[in-house]
Nanobody
Framework: QVQLVESGGGLVQAGGSLRLSCAAS????????MGWFRQAPGKEREFVAA????????YYVDSVKGRFTISRDNAKNTLYLQMNSLKPEDTAVYYC???????????????????WGQGTQVTVSS
């Protein structure tokens, strides 16, 4: 089992930037495909970005393409989400997720993930 802890959320003005981190412990990090999801009040959890085991493949929801970048450092057991040009509609609780994979594909659906962090709040003011 892997444990995930997010950090880096906060309050930022529209147009600003934040970098989220997700620290993993308990298992070999490079065995896990990783993803970021978010959930705004009254809405369902939404896929944001995903990355494969070695970081060679990434995928984004259309609304964040060109603004967000997902990356990972397997030596540090850490997943990142760099968020630039933030908009008020990006306001949500952001979750990282992990799932064991044996291929280099990415996973984009919540049901594809077995492990979740507790979430970190991102609030973008207009």
């Amino acid at each position: 089992q892997v444990q995930l802890v997010e950090s880096g959320g906060g309050l930022v003005q529209a147009g600003g930037s934040l970098r989220l981190s997700c620290a993993a412990s308990g298992r070999i990090f490079s065995n896990y495909a990783m993803g970021w999801f978010r959930q705004a009040p009254g809405k369902e959890r939404e896929f944001v970005a995903a990355i494969n085991l070695i970081g060679s493949s990434t995928y984004y929801v259309d609304s964040v393409k060109g603004r967000f970048t997902i990356s990972r450092d397997n030596a540090k057991n850490t997943l990142y989400l760099q968020m630039n040009s933030l908009k008020p509609e990006d306001t949500a609780v952001y979750y990282c997720a992990a799932t064991v994979r044996y291929t280099l594909d990415v996973v984009t659906t919540p049901n594809g993930y077995n492990y979740w962090g507790q979430g970190t709040q991102v609030t973008v003011s207009s």
